[in-house]
């Protein structure tokens, strides 16, 4: 069983910035594909970023290309988003995600929702005006 913990939500002023983790406990991290997905209140959950299983292929929502930026650290079984100049609009429970995904067919970011296994539970990010 898949576990994934996600961590560095927090309040933030606008134009702050904030770097979230998720640490998955799994055997092999380098066979997962990850991502990251939001929340807001009253809405759906909408894909943010993500990342291929080799870390070589990466993929942005419109509405946070050049503000965000996905990792992962196969060493810490750890995925990462950084994300600068945060606007009040970012504001959202924040999800982590985790697909197998091995070999060069698979090799690419997944951005639907519906090609995860995995999720973790959530961290909140606010972003005050």
């Known amino acids: 069983q898949v576990q994934l913990v996600e961590s560095g939500g927090g309040l933030v002023q606008a134009g702050a910035a904030l770097r979230l983790s998720c640490a998955a406990s799994?055997?092999?991290?380098?066979?997962?594909?990850m991502g990251w997905f939001r929340q807001a209140p009253g809405k759906e959950r909408d894909f943010v970023a993500a990342?291929?299983?080799?870390?070589?292929?990466?993929a942005y929502a419109d509405s946070v290309k050049g503000r965000f930026t996905i990792s992962r650290d196969s060493a810490k079984n750890t995925v990462y988003l950084q994300m600068n100049s945060l606007k009040p609009e970012d504001t959202a429970v924040y999800y982590c995600?985790?697909?197998?995904?091995?070999?060069?067919?698979?090799?690419?970011?997944?951005?639907?929702?519906?090609?995860?296994?995995?999720w973790g539970q959530g961290t909140q990010v606010t972003v005050s005006s």
């Open positions: 995600a985790a697909v197998f995904s091995f070999g060069p067919a698979t090799d690419y970011p997944k951005i639907r929702d519906y090609e995860y296994q995995y």
């Open positions: 799994v055997g092999t991290f380098s066979s997962y594909a």
């Open positions: 990342i291929s299983w080799s870390g070589g292929r990466s």
